[in-house]
């Protein structure tokens, strides 16, 4: 059951290959924001910094490349991706329909022990420090993800592939970087619950209504922040 689990961790297991450990420990840093988009990726460097050989090195770029963590760039190499304004909202365009359409899904198809456990996944999210604060909200992936155990709970393999798969780090990239946001975490703890209830009622399309419109608020939130940067560097240049 979820509340007898702690938090995953990064560590390797017996079974677990070296390009894994590493691929894994590279998709966290690039995640989390301690690898900045947009960097430079050296193999040499990160040869160095993980202890490994190119081969298993150039395995785990290979897959980060697959998640859309890194791009290949011409004559430059691999970096870490850095979406453009229009790249980002186009993204959230998608969360903002497929995730609605898993939320009507997860109304219909979840069973009350998959609802009793999502509920247990937000009181594990309202206990967070950074949460408590202010200052974030919980950001830790797979079953203890909100949004993660709803697409789950859709029922439909093909979605879940998409949303839980492809595009799912790259997602929680720019939830992490958007997540500090003043404000915004308890806007968005209140609204998971509300889309909660929707759930548990099997109100299929209330649920769905509920997740585009809390898809489409983070959507507004970016759109803010960079009229916000907009705005400080026309000021500095003396623009009106």
Do not use: W
Not at 50 to 67: C, F, M, T, V
Not at 120 to 147: K, M, W
Not at 163 to 181: A, N
Request: net charge negative.
């Amino acid at each position: 059951m979820l509340d007898q689990l702690d938090p995953p961790v990064i560590a390797q297991d017996d079974s677990e290959t070296l390009s894994e450990n590493v691929f894994r420990r590279i998709q966290a840093a690039i995640v989390k924001g301690e690898i900045a988009p947009g960097s430079k990726i050296s193999e040499p460097e990160l040869a160095r910094t993980y202890g490994i050989s190119r081969g298993p090195l150039r395995e785990a770029i290979h897959r980060l490349e697959g998640q859309r963590l890194l791009v290949r760039v011409p004559h430059v190499g691999a970096r870490v991706v850095s979406l453009s304004h229009a790249e980002l909202l186009e993204l959230y365009e998608i969360r903002e329909s497929l995730e609605g359409m898993a939320c009507r899904l997860a109304a219909e198809r979840m069973t009350l022990e998959e609802i009793d456990e999502l509920r247990r996944v937000l009181e594990t999210h309202e206990r967070d420090a950074a949460f408590q604060a202010g200052v974030g909200y919980y950001q830790q992936e797979g079953d203890f993800d909100f949004h993660y155990r709803i697409i789950q709970g859709s029922g439909n393999r093909t979605l879940t592939q998409m949303l839980c798969g492809e595009l799912y780090q790259l997602v929680r990239m720019y939830r992490i970087q958007f997540s500090t946001t003043p404000n915004r975490p308890r806007q968005a703890f209140a609204e998971h619950h509300r889309i909660l209830d929707a759930i548990a009622d099997r109100d299929g399309e209330l649920a769905e209504l509920l997740m585009r419109r809390h898809i489409g608020a983070s959507k507004r939130n970016i759109a803010r922040h960079y009229q916000d940067g907009a705005n400080k560097t026309a000021t500095e240049r003396g623009e009106s």
